[in-house]
């Protein structure tokens, strides 16, 4: 039934018929660690929370769905999720990312799993050509994750895809920073999608947790046995927040997005504004693969302020309804300054290579209304 459904009619409806006792509106959350046997052969399908619970299947079935894949495995944090993704390669095998991917993602690739053998490289994978030059007779997976954190540069899914099928490499996209309602990529031929479910998946900034949706039975049962082995599945709380958080997807993220198209204009027009990097202008460099590998142009913009470090920092600190905070995908706007926050981890010389400077400044836009968020950018530009 739930093919035929539309998205937003997703979103709402499955994963919501877990029940039998009292027939509940939403779905209940069932935080036993353990499940009943009636004799040695039979339990109602859960035996163990670690290795599967009603609640947390819930958001699985639902996330599948919404990503159209065979399945979900709904993990503690998206770090969790890349971890487990990760332990499907043994030493010797070779990845290629992208040089500008999630700083956590790239510690756990540089800092964890480089010294347990596994080869990585690094690329600027905004052009595909790059990708192909990349592969070795040992390259096994081709990390996707686009558009990218801070500068929002894209990478063409389809293109990467054809590379990954012509060398047998798996294919991976971390879908966080637009959801299934922006980009679903197994559309596209990719293998396997993750998220952060913290970010616009839950979208009200109170929960950590991941996601890995996979295109195919092979890679899902695979997956789902590691889940289990290494203990990495959320709690049946998130897992309900996270359910709860998704049933307004679709009309989130028009609100984020339409917030996000008047911000980048305002900004691109103002004269204390250097540089402004969203895929919805068409100044931006890949705005029309956004448009063909996209629904729509997500919420995150970065610009440069003009200027220095200390006009970066005043704008900053004065902005008001943006909080000074990490993170993104929450309802309310959040200010964020990659050179010593989300990007502190690579050394000075890579930021400025990335093309992240000391005037860089990124905003994950929520749904105020976009004319208080528009003043409270103006006056901080401005003060
Ligand atoms: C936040 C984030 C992650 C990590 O997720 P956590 O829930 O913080 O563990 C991975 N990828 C991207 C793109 C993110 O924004």
Redesign the pocket.
């Given at each position: 039934m739930t093919e035929s459904l539309r998205f937003e009619t997703r979103c709402v409806h499955v994963g919501v018929d877990k029940d039998s006792a009292y027939d509940s509106a939403i779905t209940p959350i069932y935080p036993s660690s353990t499940f009943g046997w009636s004799d040695l052969k039979t339990n109602k399908g859960y035996e163990y929370t670690r290795s599967g619970n009603p609640t947390r299947r819930a958001l699985e079935e639902n996330i599948a769905a919404l990503e159209g894949g065979v399945d979900c495995k709904a993990t503690a944090?998206?770090?969790?999720?890349?971890t487990t993704v990760l332990h499907m390669f043994k030493p010797g095998d070779h990845i290629i990312a992208g040089n500008d991917?999630?700083g956590?993602?790239y510690r756990l690739f540089e800092a964890v799993f480089a010294p347990l053998g596994i080869e990585i490289s690094f690329i600027n994978m905004q052009d595909a050509a790059n990708v192909r030059k990349a592969v070795k007779p040992n390259t096994r997976c081709i990390w996707i994750?686009t558009p990218s954190?801070p500068l929002l540069n894209l990478v063409d899914i389809e293109a990467v895809v054809e590379i990954a099928r012509g060398c047998g490499a798996l294919t991976v996209a971390?879908n966080?920073?637009l959801s299934p309602y922006l980009q679903r990529p197994l559309e596209l031929g990719v293998d396997v999608v993750?998220?952060?479910?913290?970010?616009y998946l839950n979208g009200h900034s109170d929960v950590?947790?991941?996601a890995i949706v996979s295109a195919r039975k092979e890679q899902a049962d695979k997956i789902g046995y590691l889940v289990n082995a290494l203990g990495q599945g959320c709690s049946p709380f998130d897992a309900w927040l996270v359910l709860r958080g998704i049933k307004t997807l679709g009309p989130r993220m028009e609100a984020h997005q339409r917030n996000a198209a008047a911000i980048a204009r305002m900004l691109d027009g103002h004269a204390a504004v250097e540089r402004v990097y969203y895929p919805g202008l068409e100044s931006h460099p890949h705005h029309a693969l956004a448009k063909k590998q996209q629904k729509g142009f997500g919420a995150m913009v970065t610009f440069d302020v003009k200027g220095d470090r200390a006009r970066a920092e005043r704008v900053m600190t004065r902005l008001k309804l943006f909080r000074l905070a990490e993170?993104?995908?929450g309802v309310e706007s959040l200010v964020a300054y990659p050179d010593t926050m989300s990007h502190a981890s690579m050394t000075e010389e890579s930021r400025r290579a990335a093309g992240i400077s000391e005037r860089t400044v990124r905003v994950s836009v929520g749904i105020e209304h976009v004319d208080d968020l528009l003043a409270d950018l103006r006056q901080a530009l401005e003060a």
């Open positions: 944090t998206g770090m969790s999720a890349i991917i999630y956590g993602t994750e954190n971390d966080t920073f993750i998220h952060s479910t913290t970010k950590v947790g991941g993170s993104l995908g």
